[in-house]
């Protein structure tokens, strides 16, 4: 059993920067593949970022490339998204998730959740 706690949401302009956070409580997290989600209202839950268990490998949507980063730190259990360069299309509720199944892009491929932190980005 894996629990996630998100944290660092809130209020930015767009081009601006926030850093989110996903703590895991368990003894089994550097066993998963972590990944960031994100659902704005109306819309489907989407993929954004993904990381292997090792931190090896990532995965990103395209429209969020080159703006942001998932990183992991395994000693603290907890996985990172650092996003810049926010665009309003950015808003939406950010969840992480943690999953065993390889290079998983979609909700499915994700075993635990957490409960969401709201991202906002006025334009």
């Known amino acids: 059993q894996v629990q996630l706690v998100e944290s660092g949401g809130g209020l930015v302009q767009a081009g601006g920067s926030l850093r989110l956070s996903c703590a895991a409580s368990?003894?089994?997290?550097?066993?998963?593949?972590m990944g960031w989600f994100r659902q704005a209202p109306g819309k489907e839950r989407e993929f954004v970022a993904r990381i292997s268990s090792s931190g090896a490998n990532t995965i990103y949507r395209d429209s969020v490339k080159g703006r942001f980063t998932i990183s992991r730190d395994n000693a603290k259990n907890t996985v990172y998204l650092q996003m810049n360069s926010l665009e309003p299309e950015d808003t939406a509720i950010y969840y992480c998730a943690a999953g065993s199944t390889p290079r998983s892009v979609a909700p499915t491929g994700y075993d635990y959740w957490g409960q969401g932190t709201q991202v906002t980005v006025s334009s």
């Open positions: 368990g003894r089994t997290f550097n066993n998963y593949g």
